[in-house]
């Protein structure tokens, strides 16, 4: 099944802390128990990669029902049903939700804070975090995924728009960027210049040129894919040099025949489409630029500590 939201795991939560003092591993693991999640549910990582969905989801189950009363933390990375918790669940409810919450004077009070404007720059996002169903990191993580899948498609249509000598040095930008061909004066000397059939390029894989990497680049429109001929054709000019290793690059896509002959072959070749290409000009800076940079802090738990 899948992860449960934050506000479905209220109660699940709040049973475990009426058990007695706790933990988010432990209660991740009972809860996870008796929902029946298997390995790979249990183990899923948010797309930033600092964090279990599970476990970042019972998180802020806990701090919102923390808001209400219903649970406390006795000292540091514990907590524990409230009595005010505990009786809670002596009604035997079948849901806990963000609502339910809304009855409770301590958590009315939190809320109103945010609808009040006490915080006006906060406000927004205070309302928009107790009323979403998914938690305030989901929430970044998903406007993050959106911002960079149109950055990703802005980038394609630019370069589709350029010359074919421009996309050249993208991938040249590109593939410095990453660490190959030495330096950038190298890299641009040897990309475009080698003349050789079936050859876009030739560039060091490493600074001391110990290996060479041949590359053919193909700036194609989106419905037209790179099929296996190409491939071959590009094989047949690696083997006529001797290389073992090569990469294909285009704006396009490559057909299953063409991936599938790459993949079966002795030369390592390496597809990179645009899908991919935008992908690593994003991750490593080529053609776009930082815009507006969000530091999200935790509680530090050392400074808390009572053995400070």
């Known amino acids: 099944m899948a992860i449960p939201d934050y506000q479905t795991l209220m109660l699940p939560v709040l049973s475990v802390a009426a058990e007695g003092e706790t933990r988010v591993p432990l209660a991740a693991g009972k809860i996870a128990d008796a929902l029946g999640l298997n390995e790979e549910e249990r183990e899923e990582i948010l797309p930033s990669g600092k964090q279990r969905v599970l476990h970042n989801r019972i998180h802020w189950a806990k701090f919102y029902m923390m808001k209400a009363g219903l649970i406390s933390f006795p000292k540091r990375g514990a907590f524990v049903a409230t009595d005010a918790g505990t009786a809670l669940l002596a009604t035997e409810p079948t849901t806990i939700d963000v609502d339910m919450l809304k009855s409770y004077p301590a958590f009315v009070e939190f809320y109103g804070a945010a609808s ?81 059939g079936g050859i876009d390029g030739i560039i060091d894989e490493d600074r001391l040129g110990l290996d060479r990497i041949y590359l053919q680049a193909k700036r194609y429109a989106n419905h037209v894919a790179v099929g296996r001929p190409e491939i071959q054709g590009f094989l047949g000019s690696l083997v006529g040099l001797g290389a073992s290793k090569g990469v ?61």
């Not at 959106?146 to 040095?169: H, K, M, N, Y």
């Not at 002959?261 to 630029?289: K, N, P, S, W, Y």
């Open 116 to 196: 009040s404007g006490a915080s006006a720059s906060e406000a927004p996002a205070a309302l928009a975090a107790t009323e979403s169903s998914i938690t305030p990191e989901e929430q970044i993580d998903a406007a993050h995924s959106v911002l960079t899948s149109a950055l990703r498609a802005d980038l394609l249509a630019r370069i589709l728009e350029q010359t074919p000598a421009f996309f050249e040095r993208v991938i040249v930008e590109l593939l410095v960027a990453m660490g190959y061909g030495g330096s950038h004066e190298n890299a641009a000397m040897q990309l475009g210049k080698s003349g050789d």
């Open 248 to 308: 294909f690059v285009t704006t396009s896509t490559f057909s299953r025949p063409a991936v599938d002959f790459a993949r079966g072959i002795q030369q390592r070749v390496i597809l990179i489409d645009g899908a991919r290409l935008t992908e690593l000009m994003v991750e490593f800076g080529i053609g776009v630029r930082i815009n507006r940079v969000v530091e999200v802090k935790r509680l530090d738990e050392d400074f808390f500590s009572e053995d400070n």
